[in-house]
């Protein structure tokens, strides 16, 4: 029996669209979703918005509009760039789905009925930008380390807070002990430091904030919003009996939230923890970080015109990084579709094709039906960059082979040859599949036997 398999990104904020520094994430998780889906498991794929609290309210009276109809825009030009990327989503969850809401109020109230929600006074700094409340600890010259544009606020108001301080110990012993929780083990150490320097109890309500879910037993409150965004996991999970999740997949500025906050709620609510959090860094454009204040925003759609949609996905699946933050730039882009794509893996396909039409080779069936081991290796420890490069050595190895052997002479004495390179093209496509689908597909109908025939160019040469 196929087991289930259950992957997530992080919801984005809908303030704004979203853009190419929010690609790796999604690509990322979409290419394990893929792998899973094509070994036989059963695969749930979550993605969505996250549309609640003070920075949406604000753009919605900004853009004189109402902040349900705010919303719902931004969530559909989301939807509209995740498809461009290709993004095989199994449901785009919005918080403000009425089975979300419903769902976190159940849980705020299991939460509380378990003694970890009081009603207290907070009084400190908050960072818009983050939707999240700061100590002095957290600001880099007073400012927030993600949000170095703007000053945190300062907030006096009656909230409910959750008892983070009383989880301190299982989550220290339970990350300790789970070292697959977090993932690289520089994150993972990363969350160790800072749960064993103290955890405060946190709100997990605004009284002054109507754009949220209501608290269900004080309606004069709503739920924070990182307290809401954080269940959506779960509203799908529960419903489809798929929780707890393999994998959740965040970027480093989410971590706290993932892998404190989340589960010690769990803990709370009794629900089991999240297998895996796998944690990436940052995505720069031209050694800036991307934001609409600098006027360098780049959505996934304007890439996918320029590089195509595999094209784009091959560049972050290869270059996105779990332990460095990553910068790049259209030059780069194009160096790599040119390098790796038009000139390896495209010209190689185009030249085989050519010897097997022009000596009209019988090519037989494909003998290919899983995936190469070292390539699945990889993609179980999550390195879908060493998936790629074990791919496109084999392309390397390949071009190799048909040089060494002379194929454009007296093809037909070595036919032998020939089907063998044919078969480790058609071992590509097969592994090829979760990251660049498209390619893939074409591959394996040009290639599908008997009489293989020269087709488009896969990835046409970009001056």
Known sequence: MNKK???????????????IGHSYQKILADAL??????????????????EHGQKVEKKAKDAGIDPKEFVDKIANLDKEEWNSLNISYDRFIRTTDPDHIKFAQEFYLKSKANGDIYLSKYEGLYCEGCEAY?????????????????????????????????YQKFLDEYISKHPEFVVPDSKRNEVLSFVRSGLDDFSVSRQKLKWGIPVPDDPKHTIYVWFDALINYLTYGVENNCWPADVHVLGKDNQRFHAV?????????????????????????????????????????????????????YYFLRYGSLTNDVDISLEKIKGVYNADLANGLGN?????EKLCESNNIDSGESDVHNFDKSVSEAID???????LEKIFKKTNSLDVQINQHELWKDTKKKVHILADIVEGIRQIAHDLK??????????????AGPSIRSEKQLFPRLK
Not at 137 to 153: V, Y
């Open 381 to 387: 420890v999550f390195r879908v960059d060493w998936a």
């Open 134 to 166: 700061l100590s002095e600890s957290d600001l880099i010259n007073g400012r927030c380390q993600f949000h170095t544009d703007k000053e945190p606020i300062k907030i006096k108001e009656e909230n409910y807070f959750f008892r983070l301080s009383k």
């Open 261 to 313: 906050y989340w589960p010690a709620m769990l803990k709370s609510a009794g629900y089991p923890l999240p297998k895996t959090i796998l944690v990436h860094d940052f995505i720069s454009l031209n050694g800036q970080k991307i934001s609409k204040s600098l006027g360098n925003v780049i959505l996934p759609s304007e890439l996918v015109k320029q590089f195509g949609v595999d094209g784009v996905r």
């Open 434 to 447: 979760p990251f660049l689908p498209e390619t893939s597909e074409k591959i394996e109908k040009q290639f």
């Open 5 to 19: 398999f259950y992957i997530t990104t992080a919801i984005d904020y809908t303030n704004d669209v979203i853009h």
């Open 33 to 50: 979703a893929r792998y899973h889906r094509l070994v036989g498991d059963e695969t749930y794929f979550l993605t969505g918005t996250d």
């Open 348 to 352: 190689l396909v185009a030249r085989v």
